[in-house]
């Protein structure tokens, strides 16, 4: 019986061994029916989960599969590690008809990879700071994206860039706001395209024209991160970027911190590094401006230049906010249109209201900068522009909104609407006034904290006015007839004894040997004597004391003096003159 069963089971054994020998190379390799149901009960990625819901329709995978057999993910192709593009002349007109729908070079962009490679800019103090942060301990972020009419390309290579070079688990999210484009591809085709990217992204399709602050603002009451971190929709960032600015934003809630913005050229796409040792500035037209980081600021860095840098302004497009501190501060203006303003109007307000406003060395960020703008501005692009300056000139500029409307009159007869909602909301805020913010934050600005006159200045003997004749550094001002309304006619006497109009100085020479010994000038960083003058309101005449002589008229043009007080073309008087 032993053996009959031994042999049996020989026999059942060779015949399993002759089956699954069988299965196993005769037939193709299957997954077997228990298998697959064992795979489908697994949990499933929710990443995946959420990739195409429902099947596509079919027009829609169409349009996508066209521009997609236009869209270059040839990493090491043309453009590649930053490289600028040059268009073969043959193809020069072409060129110049797509560089009008964005205002810059679309074919070029056309032609290089959404997922181009970058150097990595950053300087080794920069790169050895980075192994020093708590990578798991930094807040999430939720990445704001407004666009009207975006390029293809230019947007993706925003997302890709944003997805490639950030730790995943810092990124909450992607939310793009599209502010009612009206070109297709950006409609259904990108919601498409977007679904198929390993990170969250969300896209909002307004449907009115909204302008780009509100346009955020959207975006920002749905973030979920602890930090809202907002940009331009033809930025690339760089190795390493996030980090440093969720770092400072981590350990100081009411730091606003922007990236160095460097320069993706709008004609051949080549990526070009920006100086670290510039920050942000404003001018009388209330233009946000680079300037030179001015020694103290070195200064009070230690000479480091991988530290932050405080700046009295950032440009706008690009920076870190926590959430929380945003919503305090009072987000933004909603009164303000389509583009502009706002970037000047959140910088005062931050620092007014007790935040700090930094740029961070080590994160750096591309971004195409343009001449022109390639969208409408409903209502009119001077209307709407002098509407948000003045907005932000009533609401947080004090006395010093003078300076704003005497280089920009067309201001004052612009609509700026209520503002008794932003007024409040200083007022709440227990906010500082722009004199401080002048005093401590921005001592160099071109509006001086303290001024004896702001407005024209007359010449007796001549009836006339002093004109910049919108003249540039190294000529001299002229003298025309008097109109009465700022612009080129608007000056300062600062008390530090300069006359300025904006950021050009009036600059006498010593040792001047014909000529007419005065020109405009730069101002100083820190006054220099050749700016110098002093004014006698008794007898009006403006000397310049490092060369002891006066201003004058020399056949009807500006010009330097030996002081005549009997001389009527010595005698000026200046507008809204308080000694
Ligand atoms: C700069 C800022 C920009 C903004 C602006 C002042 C940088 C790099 N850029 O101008 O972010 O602060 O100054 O307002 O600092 N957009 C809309 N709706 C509109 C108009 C524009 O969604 O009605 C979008 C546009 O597609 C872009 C973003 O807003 O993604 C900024 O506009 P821009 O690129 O024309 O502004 P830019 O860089 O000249
Ligand atoms: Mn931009």
């Known amino acids: 019986a032993i053996l009959l069963t031994s042999i049996v ?13 069988d299965n196993s190379t005769l037939e193709p390799k299957t997954i077997s029916r228990a298998e697959r149901l064992q795979h489908e009960q697994k949990p499933v990625d929710p990443y995946k989960a959420a990739v195409r819901p429902d099947p596509v329709d ?3 995978q169409e349009a996508l599969d066209q521009l997609l057999q236009h869209t270059s993910f040839q990493n090491f192709g043309p453009g590649s590690n930053g490289e600028g593009v040059k268009i073969d002349p043959s193809q020069d007109q072409k060129m110049k008809e797509m560089f009008k729908e964005n205002q810059f070079n679309l074919l070029a962009s056309n032609m290089i990879a959404v997922n181009r490679t970058l150097p990595d800019f950053r300087s080794s103090k920069c790169q050895r700071d980075y192994n020093t942060y708590h990578l798991s301990e930094l807040p999430t972020t939720s990445i704001i994206i407004v666009f009207h009419n975006e390029a293809w390309t230019t947007l993706l290579r925003t997302l890709h860039s944003i997805i490639d070079r950030s730790p995943r ?3 909450e999210e992607i939310i793009m706001i599209d502010d009612c484009s009206d070109r297709d591809y950006l409609k259904k085709p990108l919601n498409e395209y977007v679904k198929r990217l390993p990170i969250p992204v969300h896209i909002v399709h307004l449907s009115e024209r909204s302008g780009l602050i509100r346009a955020r603002l959207t975006g920002s009451n749905m973030a979920k991160g602890k930090v809202l971190l907002f940009l331009d929709a033809h930025v690339e960032v760089t190795e390493g970027w996030l980090p440093p600015l969720l770092d400072r934003v981590h350990g100081d809630r009411k ?6 913005i460097d320069v993706i050229s709008d004609d051949t796409f080549e990526y070009v590094t920006a100086s670290d040792t510039t920050w942000g500035g404003f001018n009388w037209h209330l233009n946000f401006r680079w300037y030179t980081v001015p020694e103290r600021e070195m200064a009070r860095r230690k000479y480091d230049r991988s530290s932050p840098i405080r ?3 950032i440009a706008g497009g690009l920076f870190a906010v926590d959430k929380q501190f945003f919503n305090d501060i009072g987000t933004y203006d909603e009164g303000m ?3 502009g303003g706002e970037n000047l109007e959140i910088s005062f307000r931050v620092w007014m209201c007790g935040g700090f406003l930094e740029i961070h060395p080590c994160s750096r960020v591309g971004h195409v900068f343009r001449k022109q703008t390639p969208y409408t501005f409903p209502g009119g692009t001077a209307k709407v522009i002098h509407h948000n300056a003045a907005r932000t000139a009533e609401v947080w500029m004090d006395e010093y909104k003078a300076f704003f409307y005497q280089m920009v009159p067309a201001a004052k007869n612009v609509d700026a609407g209520d503002v008794t909602e932003r007024r409040r909301l200083r007022e709440n805020l227990q906010c500082k006034d722009f004199r401080w913010y002048l005093e401590n934050i921005y001592p160099e600005a ?3 904290v303290n001024y004896v006159s702001i407005g024209q200045i007359i010449n007796h003997g001549q009836n006339k006015c002093l004109d910049t004749m919108g003249k540039k550094s190294g000529e001299t001002p ?3 007839t008097c109109h009465g309304v700022g612009g080129n006619q608007a000056w300062s006497l600062t008390r530090d004894g300069t006359i300025r109009s904006d950021e050009l100085c009036l600059t006498a020479y010593s040792g001047y040997t014909g000529g007419t010994g005065i020109k405009m000038e730069k101002c100083a960083v820190k006054t220099v004597s050749r700016n110098v003058f002093k004014y006698d309101p008794v007898s009006r005449m403006v000397q310049h004391p490092s060369t002891d002589r006066c201003l004058s008229i020399k056949s009807t043009s500006l010009a330097m003096d030996d002081c005549n007080n009997l001389d009527p073309d010595q005698q000026w008087s200046f507008a809204n003159f308080k000694p």
Do not use: M
Not at 9 to 21: A, N, R
Not at 255 to 260: G, L, Q, S, T, Y
């Open 478 to 480: 002229g003298l025309v």
């Open 337 to 339: 249109q389509v583009w």
């Open 311 to 313: 700046t009295p302004t």
């Open 446 to 448: 071109p509006v001086p």
């Open 169 to 171: 688990h810092l990124l």
């Open 58 to 60: 079919p027009a829609t």
């Open 9 to 21: 089971w020989f026999l059942i054994d060779i015949l399993i061994l002759f089956y699954t020998l």
């Open 255 to 260: 730091r606003v911190v922007a990236p160095i």
